[in-house]
Structure formats: structure tokens, C-alpha cells
Nanobody
Framework: VQLVESGGGLVQPGGSLRLSCAAS????????IRWYRQAPGKEREWVGY????????NYADSVKGRFTMSRDNAKNTVFLQMNSLRPEDTAIYYC?????????WGQGTQVIVSS
């Protein structure tokens, strides 16, 4: 099982970024994917969830209405569209899946929101 995040970078407040999580090594369309983030000096926090076929999503209150998850099961990829970014969204963003009773994490992609 491998998860690889990409798409992070430096963006100004109010800007947008789209993160990707590319998966391999398991039946991607059978598993939900979750995004987390960890800001400097803080604990990792849950950001959002998408169901295996993408029909259900759920988000942390801190990002609701600004972040949107989607997935392309043909490409084994989940996306996190982040709009109206704020300095407090600065963090390393990770995707995670729970496969065969084990958690698998990507290496993370850094997002910096700053003017």
C-alpha cells in the first residue's frame, strides 16, 4: 500500500490549491480516504473524509465550506480542493487509508498560506 500526496506550495491568503493523493497497492475503490493536517507545534488533526465511491464526504468545521474532497477511482487518486485559504491552514497535509486493519499514511505535502 502506498499513498503519495502532491500539490502543496506557497499561496497568498484567499488563494486556492488542489492537493492530490495517489494510491497504489490495494483496491482503491473499496476504501475511504481521509485527509489530515499538522501545523507547526500542533497535533495532527482530521480535515475530511470521502467514501469509497465518493458519494459521501464529511469535513472538519474549520474547513467546511472552503475545502472539497473528490476522487477519481479510475486513476486511484483523491483530491482536496482548498479555497479561501487562511494563514491558519498552513500545515503539512497527509492522506490516509485503513486497509486490512492497518493505517497507511502518505509522506505529506506542505501548504504555506502567507502574504
Amino acid at each position: 500500500v502506498q499513498l503519495v500526496e502532491s500539490g502543496g506550495g506557497l499561496v497568498q491568503p484567499g488563494g486556492s490549491l488542489r492537493l492530490s493523493c495517489a494510491a497504489s497497492g490495494f483496491t482503491f475503490s473499496s476504501y475511504d480516504i481521509r485527509w489530515y493536517r499538522q501545523a507547526p507545534g500542533k497535533e495532527r488533526e482530521w480535515v475530511g473524509y470521502i467514501s469509497p465511491v465518493g458519494t459521501s464526504t464529511n469535513y472538519a468545521d474549520s474547513v467546511k465550506g472552503r475545502f472539497t474532497m473528490s476522487r477519481d477511482n479510475a486513476k486511484n487518486t483523491v483530491f482536496l480542493q482548498m479555497n479561501s485559504l487562511r494563514p491558519e491552514d498552513t500545515a503539512i497535509y497527509y492522506c490516509k487509508s485503513h486497509v486490512n486493519n492497518a493505517d497507511y499514511w502518505g509522506q505529506g505535502t506542505q501548504v504555506i498560506v502567507s502574504s
